[in-house]
């Protein structure tokens, strides 16, 4: 049950996912009701899945009473079931390629609609990793905050890895427990022969540097606005 407590703790990181979720719940709606089709109606459900990680870190968050061994081994599981989904967060700024299925004034109207499905994702993704770094921290004091911001930025490149998997080879986060053996070998095989996978890596390294300048401008705003 959602307390009074919980809600005014988290109220202002939940109020910007809110408010961003209605923007572009929204524009999805006008873009609906302006083509008469529900082409992009995916984008919904991509959302709900960019929503995952957020609402796994801020419960485990919010759960979490002690930094006893009890609690460091419940978040084992925690952790790799919310970076099994983590992906699917920024996964949404690479729909942006659905773009490409118009012309004329529908460019705009998508490019528009998929942007703002992609910030809120990008908005989910950077809150939740927020909450995780807090949890490990928490858990595992002291550790500096170089080592942390280390561990961040490693999470937004396995987040740019696991979009090129989906993005490109079509796995899915499910895939992870029914074919677990095929998305290790797709896997190993970008690392073992990277020459033949060039435009892979193209991908993997523009995402992991756009994700981590990203966060760098997130916590350097959050840095500012704590002192202030």
């Given at each position: 049950?959602?307390?009074?407590?919980?809600?005014?703790?988290?109220?202002?990181?939940?109020?910007?996912?809110?408010?961003?979720?209605?923007?572009?719940s929204?524009?999805?709606?006008?873009?609906?009701?302006?083509?008469?089709?529900?082409?992009?109606?995916?984008?919904?459900?991509?959302?709900?899945?960019?929503?995952?990680?957020?609402?796994?870190?801020i419960?485990f968050l919010?759960?979490?009473?002690?930094?006893?061994?009890?609690?460091?081994?419940?978040?084992?599981?925690?952790?790799?079931?919310?970076?099994?989904?983590?992906?699917?967060?920024?996964?949404?700024?690479?729909d942006?390629?659905?773009?490409?299925?118009?012309?004329?004034?529908?460019?705009?109207?998508?490019?528009?609609?998929?942007?703002?499905?992609?910030?809120?994702?990008?908005?989910?993704?950077?809150?939740?990793?927020?909450?995780?770094?807090?949890?490990?921290?928490?858990?595992w004091?002291?550790?500096?905050?170089?080592?942390l911001r280390?561990?961040?930025?490693?999470?937004?490149?396995?987040?740019?890895?696991?979009?090129?998997?989906?993005?490109?080879?079509?796995?899915?986060?499910?895939?992870?427990?029914?074919?677990?053996?095929?998305?290790?070998?797709?896997?190993?095989?970008l690392?073992?022969d990277?020459?033949?996978?060039?435009?892979?890596?193209?991908?993997?390294?523009?995402?992991?540097?756009?994700?981590?300048?990203?966060?760098?401008?997130?916590?350097k705003?959050?840095?500012?606005?704590?002192?202030?």
């Amino acid at each position: 049950m959602i307390t009074k407590t919980f809600l005014f703790k988290n109220y202002k990181s939940l109020k910007t996912l809110f408010v961003a979720t209605i923007i572009c719940s929204g524009l999805l709606a006008v873009r609906i009701k302006l083509t008469h089709d529900f082409y992009m109606l995916f984008m919904a459900w991509n959302l709900i899945l960019a929503l995952i990680p957020f609402v796994i870190s801020i419960t485990f968050l919010q759960g979490l009473k002690d930094v006893s061994g009890k609690s460091k081994l419940a978040f084992i599981p925690v952790a790799m079931l919310w970076l099994l989904f983590l992906p699917n967060a920024p996964y949404m700024i690479t729909d942006l390629i659905h773009t490409n299925n118009h012309s004329g004034f529908l460019i705009f109207v998508d490019t528009i609609t998929i942007s703002s499905f992609a910030i809120t994702g990008m908005i989910a993704a950077l809150q939740s990793m927020d909450h995780m770094i807090a949890i490990i921290a928490k858990l595992w004091q002291p550790l500096s905050k170089f080592r942390l911001r280390i561990m961040q930025h490693s999470l937004w490149w396995l987040s740019a890895l696991g979009i090129y998997l989906g993005r490109v080879l079509r796995w899915n986060s499910w895939d992870i427990v029914k074919r677990p053996m095929h998305i290790v070998n797709d896997t190993i095989a970008l690392f073992t022969d990277p020459f033949t996978h060039k435009s892979a890596w193209l991908l993997i390294i523009g995402l992991g540097v756009l994700f981590s300048f990203v966060q760098y401008v997130y916590s350097k705003y959050n840095r500012h606005e704590t002192e202030e």
